[in-house]
T-cell receptor, first 111, second 116 residues
Framework: SQKIEQNSEALNIQEGKTATLTCNYTNYSPAYLQWYRQDPGRGPVFLLLIRENEKEKRKERLKVTFDTTLKQSLFHITASQPADSATYLCALARGYQKVTFGIGTKLQVIP | GAGVSQSPSNKVTEKGKDVELRCDPISGHTALYWYRQSLGQGLEFLIYFQGNSAPDKSGLPSDRFSAERTGGSVSTLTIQRTQQEDSAVYLC??????????????FGPGTRLTVL
């Protein structure tokens, strides 16, 4: 079965810097990779989706890359703000299949 | 528009009691998912409903857990004879189609279950 690895340790960065979160997977390459944000006491909220034939996807200050050779996705937040502090989850799926979520990485942006 | 709603938001119960958790998905969404999230842990898949297909129950941890989805809309997750290890936040999500990994899941706020 698919195994997803996200850095379970919190990532602390200074406001204004670029935050980079990593999602590694084993086994097969997913057709789709999604990133979600989860705030304490709330359900996850969808941010971005990238397909296996796409190398990069951008949305405002967010950028996601997908390297099927390395079996890795990187999630970048540029010009980070304290409001970006949250837990970020990556999720994988291949075609007609339920989505598998990673454990998430907690990001803390320090003013 | 209305998102996914769940009730109750908090539930405290005694060990051995049965509990029912409710999920109202977004209208028109054919797929519905239940997850469990323990403190500091990731999302644990429990069960998945898609249209009129037989549900995927592969994530249910024991036969004390069951779920149904009536009329393709509201879903109820039932935990019988609750145990302390059942304490967690139970999250429900719905998606438009459910048969594609590109489908975005919309989550409810969750029900925090505490078993004393």
């Amino acid at each position: 079965s698919q195994k997803i690895e996200q850095n379970s340790e919190a990532l602390n960065i200074q406001e204004g810097k670029t935050a980079t979160l990593t999602c590694n997977y084993t086994n097969y390459s997913p057709a789709y990779l999604q990133w979600y944000r989860q705030d304490p006491g709330r359900g996850p909220v969808f941010l971005l989706l990238i397909r296996e034939n796409e190398k990069e996807k951008r949305k405002e200050r967010l950028k996601v890359t997908f390297d099927t050779t390395l079996k890795q996705s990187l999630f970048h937040i540029t010009a980070s703000q304290p409001a970006d502090s949250a837990t970020y989850l990556c999720a994988l799926a291949r075609g007609y299949q339920k989505v598998t979520f990673g454990i998430g990485t907690k990001l803390q942006v320090i003013p | 528009g209305a998102g996914v709603s769940q009730s109750p938001s908090n539930k405290v119960t005694e060990k051995g009691k049965d509990v029912e958790l409710r999920c109202d998905p977004i209208s028109g969404h054919t797929a519905l998912y239940w997850y469990r999230q323990s403190l500091g842990q990731g999302l644990e898949f429990l069960i998945y409903f898609q249209g009129n297909s037989a549900p995927d129950k592969s994530g249910l941890p024991s036969d004390r857990f069951s779920a149904e989805r009536t009329g393709g809309s509201v879903s109820t997750l039932t935990i019988q004879r609750t145990q302390q290890e059942d304490s967690a936040v139970y999250l429900c999500a719905s998606s438009l189609v459910g048969t594609s990994g590109s489908d975005t899941q919309y989550f409810g706020p969750g029900t925090r279950l505490t078993v004393l």
